[in-house]
T-cell receptor, first 113, second 111 residues
Framework: KQEVTQIPAALSVPEGENLVLNCSFTDSAIYNLQWFRQDPGKGLTSLLLIQSSQREQTSGRLNASLDKSSGRSTLYIAASQPGDSATYLCAVNFSGNTGKLIFGQGTTLQVKP | EADIYQTPRYLVIGTGKKITLECSQTMGHDKMYWYQQDPGMELHLIHYSYGVNSTEKGDLSSESTVSRIRTEHFPLTLESARPSHTSQYLC??????????FGQGTRLTVV
């Protein structure tokens, strides 16, 4: 079964700290992987999309990496700010999965001032 | 800014009523999705579409139905709402192999 797992479920850090969020998936045959941010009671905001042929993508203070062979992706957040507090979700578009996006459970991040 | 819209944002409705949740996108995306999410829980795919006249059930069994008569429009219908349908419903769209965009969601409460 194609599954996506995110650990830890929750993370609390002081402002200014660099941090890494983890995403693992069970099948290395993927088209792409996407990271999202979700604020309480809201929809999802796309952060970064990594195609299967790419190793990493960067946007501002965010850097996402992809290692298909080990079934892992990480989201690195530099110099965290209280405004980064949200739930971060990764979603995988598995090959042969007819275009469905499979989500992890998310990591809820709290950045304390 | 993603051009995908869901209406209504909030809906409180009585048991047994028929409801339709609207989702529209102006990006010409062929793939569209409906996810269900309970508070603090993960997203579950309930329906998806590859294009006009294409609809498929997702991984989570749902009593809702969908239609895709136009590329830009993917409404979700509940024929007879029940309290167990209380949840947040999220709509998304994307082109093949490209970034997915989500609407702001509809928070449904059935009393």
């Amino acid at each position: 079964k194609q599954e996506v797992t995110q650990i830890p479920a929750a993370l609390s850090v002081p402002e200014g700290e660099n941090l890494v969020l983890n995403c693992s998936f069970t099948d290395s045959a993927i088209y792409n992987l996407q990271w999202f941010r979700q604020d309480p009671g809201k929809g999802l905001t796309s952060l970064l999309l990594i195609q299967s042929s790419q190793r990493e993508q960067t946007s501002g203070r965010l850097n996402a990496s992809l290692d298909k062979s080990s079934g892992r992706s990480t989201l690195y957040i530099a110099a965290s700010q209280p405004g980064d507090s949200a739930t971060y979700l990764c979603a995988v578009n598995f090959s042969g999965n007819t275009g469905k996006l499979i989500f992890g459970q998310g990591t809820t991040l709290q950045v304390k001032p | 800014e993603a051009d995908i819209y869901q209406t209504p944002r909030y809906l409180v409705i009585g048991t047994g009523k028929k409801i339709t949740l609207e989702c529209s996108q102006t990006m010409g995306h062929d793939k569209m999705y409906w996810y269900q999410q309970d508070p603090g829980m993960e997203l579950h795919l309930i329906h998806y579409s590859y294009g006009v006249n294409s609809t498929e059930k997702g991984d989570l069994s749902s009593e809702s139905t969908v239609s895709r008569i136009r590329t830009e429009h993917f409404p979700l219908t509940l024929e007879s709402a029940r309290p167990s349908h209380t949840s947040q419903y999220l709509c998304a769209s994307r082109r093949v192999g490209a970034e997915a965009f989500f609407g702001q969601g509809t928070r449904l409460t059935v009393v």
